[in-house]
Nanobody, 114 residues
């Protein structure tokens, strides 16, 4: 099982980024997928989830209305579109399946700063 996150970077407050996570080593279309993030000095926290077919999504309250999770099952990829970014969104972002696999990818750094 492997997760490869990409798409992070430095963006000004109010900007947008689209993260991608390429998954492999399991039957992607049969698992829900989630995004998590970990800010410096803080615990990793759940951000958003999508069901296996992509028909249902859930978000933590602080990102609801700004972030959108989606997936492309033929490409074994899950996305996180992040709009109206705030400095508090600065973190390393990770994806994992539901329930979470024991090993995590390297993550992708998102820095929101002027």
């Amino acid at each position: 099982v492997q997760f490869v996150e990409s798409g992070g970077g430095l963006v000004q407050p109010g900007g947008s980024l689209r993260l991608s996570c390429a998954a492999s080593g399991f039957t992607f279309s049969t698992y829900g997928m989630s995004w998590y993030r970990q800010a410096p000095g803080k615990e990793r926290e759940w951000v958003a989830s999508v069901t296996s077919a992509g028909s249902n999504t859930n978000y933590r309250a602080s990102v609801k209305g700004r972030f959108t999770i989606s997936r492309d099952n033929p490409k074994n990829t899950v996305y996180l579109q992040m709009n109206s970014l705030e400095p508090e969104d600065t973190a390393v972002y990770y994806c994992n399946r539901v329930p979470a696999y024991v090993y995590w990818g390297q993550g992708t750094q998102v820095t929101v700063s002027s």
